[in-house]
Structures are given as C-alpha cells and as structure tokens.
C-alpha cells in the first residue's frame, strides 16, 4: 500500500491510523501547491482532485477522503472501531461530524481576512463543542483509541496551535493521543520525509 500525505495536513490521521493496525505501507508526500510527487510525476495521475490523503492499495485501487479512508481502515482493524450493533454507523456519525462541520470550515476561515475570522472561530469551536463530552474519557468512544480519534487530534492539534480556546479538556485530549508511540512515529516520518525536499528549496 502507498498512502500519499502532505505534512501538517488532515492526511495525518489516516497515517495514524494506518500505524495503529501494524500493516505495511509506503508514505509518499505530495507537494500540494504544484501537485507533484518526489520524483517529479503529477499526483493528479493519482487522485485527479489534487488533495490528500489517498491510500493506493495493493490491487492500485485509490481511495480519497478521510472518511473513506479512516472507515476502511477500522473494517480491516475493527479494533479501531466502536463496538455493538451501531458501532459501525456511530463511526460515521462522528467522522462525518468532523469532516463536515469541523473540517472544511477551516479552508474558509484562511480564506477570510483577519479581521473577518472571529465569527467562523466561534463557530468552529462550537461544532468542536459537540464532541467536548466524549473526550473526558481516554478516548472518544471509551478506552480504546479508534481511527476517529486520530482524526479529532488532528484537527484539534490545529486549532490549539492556531489559538482557538477549545478548552482544558481538549487540551489534555490532544496531549494524551500526542504521547501515543504511533502519533510519534507519524510525526518523525512526515518531518524526515519533507525534510530534504524543504532544504532544497
């Protein structure tokens, strides 16, 4: 398998997850403003929206989106999945949330001036707010950490960084699944992956 990331972008949860199951796979960068891979090939050949993530499996079938990534990856591991006879539809219901009302506000916010940004702040927390009564717990759906809980960590990493007040809860959320040794491995490959790329520029 080849999954295809960009650092510091949402297709670190699908690299998370991805490490969480123990399977084989190659990570590839994308250079997201010119669509190109390392060796010079045009990643719209890949996924022809031009965005990450993508993970390429062994028969070179190409699947795209967070939510479609992260719902394979716990078919194959339902460890990284809620249990019951909903767990599966749970899944959804929260990477949807994520992906829908956390996620894709963030490209309009940058998209706004400064001084416009306030109001879509306020909301971003509040659909984050949503999700505050689960993370009290060591993970979204209990003890176990799942692939929806890469991807809130992503996404709430971002938004601490960027200074939005998410709250103490959050804030420990995000510590706790940072100390994870695959969060770790995550970041160090992203990191030593661009790093040649990014000296030579």
């Not at 295809?4 to 403003?33: C, Q, R, Y």
């Not at 390429?56 to 719902?71: Q, S, Y």
Request: aromatic share 12%.
């Amino acid at each position: 398998m080849k999954f295809f990331f960009a650092p510091e972008f949402s297709s670190l949860a699908g690299h998370i997850a991805l490490l969480e199951t123990g399977f084989a796979f190659d990570i590839v960068e994308v250079d997201i403003e010119t669509r190109q891979l390392g060796d010079g090939s045009s990643y719209l050949a890949i996924n022809s929206k031009g965005l990450v993530p993508a993970l390429m499996l062994d028969d070179g079938a190409v699947l795209t989106e967070n939510v479609a990534i992260l719902t394979w990856i716990a078919d194959q591991a339902p460890e990284l999945a809620p249990s019951g006879a909903l767990g599966r539809y749970r899944l959804l219901e929260t990477l949807s949330l994520i992906a829908i009302e956390i996620h894709k506000r963030f490209p309009i916010y940058f998209s706004l001036p400064e001084d416009a940004r306030e109001t879509l702040e306020v909301d971003i927390v509040r659909w984050f707010g949503f999700l505050a009564p689960y993370i009290n717990r060591d993970c979204l759906f209990g003890e176990a950490f799942g692939v929806a809980d890469a991807y809130l960590f992503v996404m709430a990493r971002g938004a601490l960084e960027m200074g939005f007040s998410l709250g103490e809860p959050y804030r420990n959320y995000v510590s706790r699944i940072e100390a994870r040794p695959t969060v770790q491995l995550a970041l160090s490959r992203e990191r030593k992956q661009s790093r040649p790329e990014r000296e030579a520029r």
